[in-house]
C-alpha cells in the first residue's frame, strides 16, 4: 500500500525490480517468428505514419490500458496486441482479497516476431518501461461526426452533454482560472450531480451547472474521446482522494473560457468540429490549417 491509500497491483511492496526481470525474460523468451506478419505490416506502416504526423500519440501506460487491438511501445518497439485470452482467480493477500487476472496474450512486433506472453507479465513491463498508442485522432472525430449528425424522428434522446463549475473550498481547485467539467449523462443532469461531493470525477466537491445539451445518437466513450482530443492540451492534471483515501485522476476538467467550450459543443452538435482545434495559448478555436 503507497501513500495515500493507492495500491497499484502492478508494482509490490517489494521485489519489484525482480518481478520486473523475470517479466523482462519471459517477453523477450518467448518471441518466436510470426507467420502470418505479412497481414499485419501494412498496419504497423499506418501506426507510424499516425505517430510522425501527429494524428497518433504516445502516452503512459496505466492499469486498464490493456485492450484487445490496440497498439503498444516497449523499449522503443511497436507492438500489437491481437488477442488477450483472460481468466481470473480471487486470491487472498495480507492487506485483503483481490480478483487477479491472468492468461496468455498473442502480441505481434513490429519487427515480424510474436509472443504468447502472460498477460500480468506484458502489464507489468509496460507498466515501468512502455507506452500506449492512442487512436487515429481524425478516424475517431469522423465516425462520431457521422454517427452524430444524421438525427432524424425516429431517434431517441440519449442523454445531455454538460459542463460544470466546482464549488471546491480547496484552494488549489479556487486558484485555476476557467476551469470547468464537460461531461456525459444519460439521466437527467441535476440527477447526476447530487452527490458530487462525494465523487472523485466531480473533484468531491458540490458543483454548479454551467448548461446542459440534449444529444441524440450519442456514443460516450466516443464523445469523451473527442472531447480530450480537442481539449486535450489544457486537461487538468489534478489528484484527487475520495472518502477511503484512494487517489483518483479526472480526466474530464478542462482549463478554457466558458463560451469557448460553448462554441466547440455547438461545433460537436453540427458536425464541424473536426475541421477546428483549440489553441490553448490565446485560449480561442481557430481553423485547422
Not at 518466436?32 to 501506426?47: A, G, L, R
Not at 504526423?53 to 504516445?58: E, V
Not at 488477442?83 to 519487427?111: A, L, M, P, W
Request: proline letters at 2%; aromatic letters at 10%.
Amino acid at each position: 500500500m503507497m501513500a495515500g491509500g493507492y495500491f497499484n497491483p502492478f508494482l509490490s511492496e517489494a521485489g519489484i525490480a525482480e518481478d520486473y526481470d523475470r517479466a523482462k525474460s519471459d517477453f523477450i523468451a518467448r518471441r518466436k517468428p510470426c507467420n502470418d506478419f505479412d497481414k499485419h505490416k501494412s498496419k504497423f506502416k499506418e501506426i507510424q505514419k499516425d505517430l510522425a504526423n501527429g494524428r497518433r500519440k504516445l502516452i503512459n501506460f496505466k492499469e486498464g490500458h490493456l485492450r484487445a487491438g490496440d497498439f503498444y511501445v516497449h523499449n522503443g518497439v511497436l507492438m500489437l496486441l491481437e488477442k488477450v485470452n483472460i481468466s481470473q482467480k480471487e486470491q487472498s493477500f495480507s492487506s485483503g482479497n483481490r480478483v487477479r487476472k491472468d492468461g496468455r496474450t498473442k502480441c505481434i512486433f513490429e519487427n515480424g516476431t510474436m509472443s504468447n506472453m502472460l498477460y500480468r507479465s506484458l502489464a507489468k513491463i509496460l507498466h515501468i518501461n512502455g507506452q500506449v498508442v492512442t487512436q487515429n485522432i481524425d478516424k475517431v472525430n469522423e465516425d462520431f461526426i457521422e454517427q452524430f449528425s444524421n438525427i432524424t424522428n425516429e431517434d431517441e434522446e440519449a442523454g445531455y452533454i454538460y459542463v460544470l463549475k466546482s464549488k471546491s473550498t480547496d484552494e488549489k481547485i479556487i486558484s485555476i482560472q476557467n476551469l470547468y467539467k464537460i461531461g456525459y449523462s444519460k439521466i437527467d443532469v441535476e440527477e447526476r450531480i447530487k452527490n458530487a461531493e462525494k465523487e472523485p470525477t466531480y473533484l468531491m466537491a458540490p458543483v454548479r451547472i454551467q448548461g446542459a445539451w440534449k444529444c441524440f445518437n450519442m456514443n460516450p466513450h466516443k464523445l469523451e474521446q473527442l472531447l480530450h482530443n480537442f481539449f486535450g492540451n489544457s486537461c487538468l492534471e489534478l489528484d484527487v482522494f475520495d472518502e477511503k483515501g484512494k487517489r483518483h485522476s479526472p480526466r474530464e476538467w478542462f482549463i478554457a473560457p466558458i463560451e469557448v467550450i460553448e462554441q466547440a459543443i455547438e461545433l460537436i452538435i453540427n458536425g464541424k468540429i473536426i475541421n477546428y482545434k483549440f489553441d490553448t495559448e490565446n485560449m480561442t478555436i481557430i481553423g485547422k490549417c
